[in-house]
C-alpha cells in the first residue's frame, strides 16, 4: 500500500491467522497502530497442521489471558510460565484425540478404519479452562492488572473448551523471549539486502 501511495485504513483491519505464532509485543504494536483498546478482538489465531486440519482456535478471554501473563511476570510465574508465554488454543476437534509426545504432539484420529496418527513437532502442555481461568484470577490478587482484560476472564464461561498451550517447536527452531524463529525465517533474515554489507551469509544458529 505504501509503495502504490496509498494509506490502509488501519482501524478498520482485523485479522485471523493460521500456523504462525506472532509474538506478544508484535501483536501490542500492530493492535496500537489500529488504536484499538487490548480488550477488543483484534488477531484471532487458528492452531493445526495441513494432516490434522484446525485443532484449536483463539477465544477472546485465552488471548486476554495471555495478554495479562505476558505483561505481569509475577503471575505468570505463580501459573507456572516462567520461560516463556505460550499460545492458548480452545481444542474443537471431536474426532481425534491428543497426547504430549516427547517429539512434539501427537494427534489420533477415527475418522475412518484405520486410525491416522499424526506427530507434529510442536511442544504442547494441556490444561482445563475452568483450572486455569480460576488460578488466573486468584493469582491476579493484589496485582496491578489491566481491568479490561481481566473483566473479559471474568465474564467468560467456565464451560469454554479445555486449552492447548502451544509454547514452540521441538525441531530446530529456535525460541528466543518468545519468538520462534526457523530455519526459513533465519535465512530470509540473512539473505537481506540491507544487511548485506555486514551478514556473510554463512551462520550456525543453536
Known sequence: AKYLGYDLPVHKLRYIVTGES???N????????AQVSPEKPFLYSFYGSADTGILGTESLASICLRKILYQNPVVASRLGFNNSIPDFFH????????ETHEKG???TEWQETPLFRYLLADKVSFYSWQDLKQKLISASANE????????VINNSSDYFPDIIALTGRTDTTIILLGGNFSQYLLEEIIKHEDL?????????AQ
Open 22 to 24: 506472532f509474538p506478544e
Open 26 to 33: 508484535f501483536r501490542i504494536n500492530l493492535q496500537n497502530q
Open 91 to 98: 481444542f474443537t476437534p471431536k474426532d481425534a484425540f491428543l
Open 105 to 107: 504432539i501427537l494427534v
Open 144 to 151: 496491578n492488572i489491566c481491568p479490561q482484560l481481566l473483566d
Open 196 to 204: 548485506q554489507h555486514i551478514l556473510t551469509g554463512i551462520y550456525y
